[in-house]
């Protein structure tokens, strides 16, 4: 996460199912949502198919992407 712009990114393999942002290796701060929308606490993230992902949580605009490459 950059904290000075409150956006955290990475290039991740997921694979399919379900996830969630969650801070610091605990659940007390963490994301979820759908369609590109994140919720302080909300339902799992669904990932429909298998790999490479470039992965982009903005926390000023509650706003996610997944982007498959």
């Known amino acids: 996460l950059n904290n000075t712009t409150g956006i955290w990114e990475a ?7 379900e996830m969630k942002f969650r801070a610091n ?4 701060i963490n994301y979820g949502g759908s369609g590109g929308n994140a919720v302080a606490g909300g339902d799992n993230i669904q990932i429909s ?17 997944l982007v498959k490459q």
């Open 11 to 17: 290039t991740l393999a997921l694979t399919s199912g």
């Open 25 to 28: 290796d605990a659940w007390d």
């Open 49 to 65: 198919a298998a790999g490479i992902y470039n992965v982009t949580l903005d926390t000023n605009n509650m706003k996610y992407t």
